[in-house]
């Protein structure tokens, strides 16, 4: 009875792993385009960036982001933007995966 209670046990730890994993491996965003252009600005992906990348107990997110523009409203729209992680530059690539009318999807990752 005992070793039933623990296997039920490490099954449910188990479990509850897989879905965390799969919440704190989502490097993603989802902003609202603006302007004549239907852009997310520049500010707002930045923003969000630092905000967002990360993995936690991982990966810090990073100290600063910067870019040189914005994103477009437009699958596979990308930018690559330099971010800072404990003083190291790196560049991460931010793309847009989806657009649902004013709202754009983008997610995250760093070049090699």
């Known amino acids: ?54 993995i936690p107990f991982v990966q810090d997110g990073p100290q600063s982001v910067s ?12 930018v690559a933007c330099t971010a800072v992680f404990k003083g190291e530059k790196k560049t991460m690539l931010i793309s847009v995966t989806g657009v649902h009318g004013d709202r754009v999807s983008f997610d995250y990752g760093l070049s090699k």
Not at 15 to 27: C, I, L
Not at 67 to 78: E, I, N, Y
């Open 67 to 78: 870019c040189p523009s914005g994103l477009h409203a437009k699958v596979d729209d990308t």
């Open 1 to 54: 009875m005992k070793r039933i209670v623990i296997a039920l046990a490490v099954a449910a730890v188990l479990a509850g792993g897989v879905v965390t994993a799969w919440n704190v491996f989502d490097n993603s965003s989802v902003a609202t385009v603006g302007g004549a252009d239907h852009t997310v600005s520049r500010t707002e992906v930045e923003k969000l960036a630092k905000e967002n990348y990360g």
